[in-house]
Nanobody
Framework: QVQLVESGGGLAQPGGSLRLSCTTN????????IGWFRQAPGKEREGVSCISSADGTTTYADSVKGRFTISRDNAKNTVYLQMSSLKPEDTAVYYCGARPRQSPYGVGNLKWNTFDWWGQGTRVTVSS
């Protein structure tokens, strides 16, 4: 069920940057762990990063560690994914997902099926 809205995707050159946004008018994101995921053609949905609702703790997939940064602005009810040093293999549709704070799954769990609400995705293409 689509409850979130992603934006900010587009075309970037290798080594470039993009910032994705995730927001909703359905509920308060501060009460949820928010994850970013991506799915390339023919591949499974992959967890990229997650930020905790409680204390802002973050986690990253090894493939993006040091290049991507997740953050949240509670005043704007928005979570961001700043992507830098982009590589062609980062090309995918990017989704954000929300998981309630009360969930038994910690911020380190990036399995997509532990998240309850999703956006429609935003496409990122990294190419020269």
């Amino acid at each position: 069920q689509v409850q979130l809205v992603e934006s900010g995707g587009g075309l970037a050159q290798p080594g470039g940057s993009l910032r994705l946004s995730c927001t909703t008018n359905k509920f308060t994101l501060a009460n949820y762990n928010i994850g970013w995921f991506r799915q390339a053609p023919g591949k499974e949905r992959e967890g990229v990063s997650c930020i905790s609702s409680a204390d802002g703790t973050t986690t990253y997939a090894d493939s993006v560690k040091g290049r991507f940064t997740i953050s949240r602005d509670n005043a704007k009810n928005t979570v961001y994914l700043q992507m830098s040093s982009l590589k062609p293999e980062d090309t995918a549709v990017y989704y954000c997902g929300a998981r309630p704070r009360q969930s038994p799954y910690g911020v380190g769990n990036l399995k997509w099926n532990t998240f309850d609400w999703w956006g429609q995705g935003t496409r990122v293409t990294v190419s020269s």
